[in-house]
């Protein structure tokens, strides 16, 4: 069974920048994509950044420019550097890991608090 452990989350003013890290103990095989979500109070989790096995990025239009996702295979770790953070930014966010080996599985992380306030 894989963990997802997420950190790097906090308080930052806006405009300010965070990156979040998502370190996975154990291995992952197959293929799949590293997501990270946000969920604000009381709402549903939105997609954030996607990073693919083969290192392809995608991103929605909310965080396209701001948002960078990127791994260390080394570390094991997806990490999401976020830039020009907006108060409506701030939510728990969640790394997420969906691929297909002999089955298909989905992990995620516990979550990180990133809140946007001055």
């Known amino acids: 069974q894989v963990q997802l452990v997420e950190s790097g989350g906090g308080l930052v003013q806006p405009g300010g920048s965070l990156r979040l890290s998502c370190a996975a103990s154990g291995s992952i095989w197959g293929i799949y994509v590293t997501n990270w979500y946000w969920q604000a109070p009381g709402k549903q989790r939105e997609l954030v950044a996607t990073?693919?096995?083969?290192?392809?990025?995608n991103y929605p239009d909310s965080t396209k420019g701001r948002f960078t996702i990127s791994r260390s295979n080394a570390k094991n770790t997806v990490y999401l550097q976020m830039n020009s953070l907006k108060p409506e930014d701030t939510g728990v966010y969640y790394c997420?890991?969906?691929?297909?080996?002999?089955?298909?599985?989905?992990?995620w992380g516990q979550g990180t608090q990133v809140t946007v306030s001055s």
């Open positions: 997420n890991v969906k691929g297909r080996w002999s089955s298909v599985y989905d992990y």
């Open positions: 990073i693919s096995s083969a290192g392809s990025t």
